[in-house]
């Protein structure tokens, strides 16, 4: 599988889904740009990447909600590799809180990250690409909440549900350059931000991996980072604007013990 680049950029690569991307990447020749809030984290990542792989791996200290830091980010990228064809809008993160309690900072900071991060990061990066005038890729990461309902996460997910607007846009307005912007949607899956906040466990985790149809599991950062691949790849030569679920199946769960339900209450008896 061919990469239409080999340099890339993916943000909040520090850990999680964004490592497992970075790696996937690498694994495909590329060179990759760890654009992470976390600057001792992204540089241990670097490392240990660069060690594992033919490419290079660098991190630069970047907060996505700044636009500053995200130039510097995307022109010191361009300094480093000569271009940069593939952006992952991967950085995310938000507290949980209903909507009557959600402390305005708290939606401000969740659409800062989430939504509006991806929107600096695609324009620097678009800008130079539009000036190269060579092919690129940009997939960005929203989430299953993007479509469902979860109660606690109404900045989340009115935030995810507007990456996956963005991405049609930006699908339509940057296509014809040779530029293709996709989306996954990845459900439950275990990272520092899933297992730091308990999501994998207990009552709640049993709820997760009841909903997913495929084998009973919660999703690996490498899941992910196959989709967001493949979407990087000449593969998807014809894929754009689209928002693709990667959650074992989880967002076609209706009740997941419908039948077994029905089955004990005696429903096909006779
Ligand atoms: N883990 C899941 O179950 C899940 C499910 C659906 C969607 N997602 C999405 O996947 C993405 C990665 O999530 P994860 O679980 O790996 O999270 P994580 O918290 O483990 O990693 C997120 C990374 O983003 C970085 N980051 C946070 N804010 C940043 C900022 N302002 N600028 C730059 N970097 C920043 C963090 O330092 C961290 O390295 C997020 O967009 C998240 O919404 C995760």
């Known amino acids: ?12 690569g520090a850990q999680g889904i964004g490592r497992g991307i970075a790696e996937e990447l690498m694994e495909h ?38 636009s500053e830091t995200v130039d510097r980010m995307v022109d010191r990228s361009v300094d480093q590799f000569g271009e940069i064809g593939i952006l992952v809008n ?36 678009l800008n130079h690409v539009l000036d190269a005038g060579h092919d690129g890729a940009i997939v960005n990461v929203s989430s299953l909440n993007y479509s469902a309902a979860t109660d606690g996460l109404p900045h989340y997910s009115a935030a995810k549900a507007g990456v996956s607007q ?34 994998l466990e207990g009552k709640i985790g049993e709820e997760f991996l009841d909903r997913t149809v495929l084998e009973r599991r919660f999703g ?26 990667v959650d074992g199946g989880q967002h076609i769960r209706g009740l997941h013990s419908y039948w077994d339900t029905l089955d004990e209450m005696g429903a096909f008896e006779d």
């Open 29 to 66: 020749g590329a060179s990759v740009v760890l654009a992470d809030i976390d600057e001792e984290g992204a540089r241990e990542t670097s490392e240990e990447l660069t060690e594992t792989y033919d490419g290079e791996a660098i991190a630069i200290r970047c907060d996505v909600t700044d």
């Open 90 to 125: 991967n950085a995310g993160a938000a507290d949980l809180a209903r909507t009557w309690e959600m402390p305005e900072s708290e939606w401000r900071q969740t659409v800062d990250v989430c939504l509006n991060g991806p929107f600096l990061c695609t324009k620097a990066v």
């Open 220 to 245: 690996e950062p490498g899941d992910v980072a196959n989709v967001v691949a493949f979407l990087c790849s000449e593969y998807a030569q014809w894929v754009t604007g689209e928002t693709i679920y």
């Open 166 to 199: 963005f991405t049609k846009v930006v699908a339509a307005e940057a296509g014809r350059h040779g530029i293709r912007v996709n989306a996954v949607a990845p459900g439950s899956t275990r990272t520092p931000m899933t297992e730091e906040n308990g999501l």
């Open 1 to 12: 599988m061919r990469l239409v680049n080999n340099h890339a950029i993916v943000t909040g």
